[in-house]
């Protein structure tokens, strides 16, 4: 997997993160060197983490940066090694990738296309074969784009409850 995802051409909100997953500084680290999070979005999520009584001095430091010191960011977060390639770090941002997606398909041309270079990027994870267009559908499961939104919700359900959030 490539360190940054340039082609996809979103960002995820901080608040649509938080409210689906608790982050260590580890894996907001690899969101923001993937280009999932932008600095303010580090702040943010930080801030929030802070709020609710995460200990760490390093999401403290980036809780509290100014406008004007969110350059800072990118120093704060080089200081904490991260692989990101670790199939966690990638399961959780392919799955905050896919939910953001989902919840914004209509304000996206061709969401199918996207999960294909989601799929693609994330070295073809099998959990999205079931909603890959150019992939076969499970044996004996509907086809069609209806039915491949629906394991697509599927996905999104099974991986909600996986990291305690809806």
């Not at 997997?1 to 907001?28: N, Y």
């Not at 010191?69 to 399961?91: F, M, N, P, Y």
């Not at 914004?104 to 073809?124: C, G, I, M, Q, T």
Request: glycine share 6%; aromatic share 10%; hydrophobic share 45%.
């Amino acid at each position: 997997m490539i360190d940054r995802m340039p082609e996809i051409g979103f960002t995820i909100p901080a608040d649509f993160v938080w409210s689906r997953v608790r982050l260590h500084l580890e894996d907001v680290a690899c969101g923001f060197r993937m280009g999932w999070l932008n600095r303010e979005g580090v702040v943010s999520l930080c801030l929030m983490a802070v709020c609710e009584g995460v200990d760490d001095p390093l999401f403290q430091e980036l809780a509290f940066l100014l406008r004007e010191e969110l350059c800072r960011v990118d120093e704060i977060l080089g200081s904490r090694q991260a692989d990101c390639r670790t199939s966690d770090r990638k399961a959780v941002w392919l799955y905050l990738s896919l939910a953001w997606l989902h919840e914004n398909r209509e304000k996206v041309n061709e969401p199918l296309e996207v999960v294909e270079a989601l799929y693609s990027d994330f070295d073809h994870p099998e959990a999205l074969e079931g909603f890959v267009r150019y992939m076969p559908a499970p044996a004996g499961a509907e086809v069609g784009e209806a039915a491949m939104l629906a394991r697509w919700r599927s996905y999104l359900d099974e991986q909600a409850e996986r990291y305690g959030r809806k």
